[in-house]
């Protein structure tokens, strides 16, 4: 059996390791699991997988690692170790894989593949993209920046989570697909917010102009299911209710559209789009219920 480790069970993680626990055995895999919150772990080990008391129990048992949480300084701390306690690095078993499925930058992706050597393992970016629902089935794209031999190892992981592996190339090189991709669905996004309040404004059925964008193929699938998704929560619950579901959402997409125009500044390109709706994407998701004088 091969030792699997995963860390991180939110939103995308959570369903991503369901899908390694349930075909753990297929694949001749056995599963650890560790999240700082009880409930997950619990319910992951329900379906047969091992509660890690720490990441470090990971570092010291597993071969392969996948790794979920919300920040780069989250990634930071599991590797470097945090307060005194020692990072993943120092325990790693010798030829481990870690897979980053976080949204990070770039730079930070390089910085830990080339620090990962110095431990005799290896560190690779393995974003996803797909959303939750999508990851329950096991469906995800994965974006992988790594050499052939490496991704050849990490197949029998990345089989139970996903049917779609980009060979993005160089560690680093799958991040920069994740930031475009976010970057193009949150432009998307913010237009179909817009495009939507316009419609409700002059007194027109919105759902004629998702049958227009349907037909043209404007309206993406994943915009028009923000969109009215939103809006169907807005007819059953009180505004305060709905600012706190897409409070979190808005404050990751800040980040990754950050992450995104970072970038673009490095490489001495401008990315106007971007840059308009970084500046009012929170207003955009909420534009249904945003004040006009709120608005960004």
């Known amino acids: 059996m091969l030792n699997v480790g995963f860390i991180g069970l939110g939103n995308i993680g959570k369903p991503m390791a369901e899908n390694l626990a349930k075909k753990a055995t297929d694949h001749g895999l056995s599963l650890q699991v560790y999240d700082v919150m009880p409930e997950p772990v619990a319910d992951l080990v329900a379906l047969g997988a091992t509660a890690a008391d720490s990441p470090l129990d990971i570092a010291r048992d597993c071969d392969l690692v996948g790794i979920c949480v919300r920040h780069d300084q989250d990634v930071e ?3 470097y170790g945090k307060g005194g306690t020692p990072g993943m690095f120092e325990q790693a078993r010798s030829g481990a894989i870690y897979a980053i499925h976080s949204t990070v930058t770039r730079d930070n ?3 830990w593949a080339g620090d990962a050597g110095r431990y005799h393992m290896h560190v690779v970016d393995a974003p996803i993209t797909g959303g939750a629902a999508v990851a329950a089935e096991g469906g995800l794209c994965v974006m992988l ?3 052939p031999a490496i991704a050849e ?3 029998p992981m990345l089989d139970c989570v996903s049917t779609t592996v980009v060979a993005a190339g160089r560690p680093g090189d799958g991040t920069v697909l994740k930031l475009a991709n976010n970057l193009m669905n949150y432009i998307a996004f913010t237009a179909a917010s817009e495009g939507t309040a316009l419609v ?3 007194g027109v059925d919105v759902e004629k102009l998702y049958a ?6 404007v309206l993406s699938p994943m915009a028009k299911q923000f969109v009215s998704g939103r809006d169907m929560m807005l007819e059953a619950a009180s505004e305060s209710d709905v600012r706190a579901i897409f409070e979190p959402f808005a404050t990751l997409a800040e980040k990754d559209l950050d992450h995104a125009l ?4 490095q490489l001495g390109i401008s990315l106007p789009c971007g840059e308009t709706a970084r500046a009012g994407i929170f207003h955009s998701f909420l534009h249904a219920i945003t004040p006009e004088g709120d608005r960004g």
């Open 77 to 79: 701390d599991l590797l």
């Open 212 to 217: 227009v964008g349907e037909a043209n193929k």
């Open 200 to 202: 409700k404004a002059a």
């Open 145 to 147: 920046g790594t050499e």
């Open 153 to 155: 190892r990490l197949k």
């Open 262 to 265: 970072s970038l673009a500044g």
């Open 109 to 111: 992706i390089v910085r």
